[in-house]
């Protein structure tokens, strides 16, 4: 398989890339990093948000990495929702390899668990 981003040194790399990729699918958005995250997008109404996350090199077509990952992004999903603001509708986690996205509404039953945020 041949690597989609070979020539990537580190995961700000990564994240650059992807960001850039995002706003070309999204020109009228805007990109901002709330709470410290790798990424929100907003396109130009809000019917688009779209919280991103950027690896280096992680195998995510592994289930374990893929959970270690969605977990990161519960946290920021919890800053969002204590903050009072609308959570993100979808999350979207790349690295150099692969991406997925997946629907915020698979994750925010979550949120409610008993746990030290």
Wanted: proline fraction near 3%; glycine fraction near 4%.
């Amino acid at each position: 398989m041949k690597k989609l981003l070979s020539w990537a040194l580190n995961e700000k790399d990564v994240e650059n890339f992807w960001r850039a990729q995002l706003m070309k699918l999204f020109p009228n958005g805007k990109m901002t990093s709330p709470f410290n995250t790798d990424g929100y997008l907003e396109d130009d109404g809000g019917k688009v948000t779209v919280l991103f996350e950027a690896k280096y090199e992680q195998n995510l077509n592994d289930k374990l990495s893929q959970v270690s990952v969605l977990s990161q992004t519960l946290f920021y999903l919890k800053k969002f929702e204590k903050s009072g603001q609308r959570l993100p509708r979808v999350v979207f986690i790349a690295d150099k390899n692969e991406a997925f996205a997946i629907h915020t509404n698979s994750l925010v039953k979550y949120l409610d668990f008993p746990l030290d945020w």
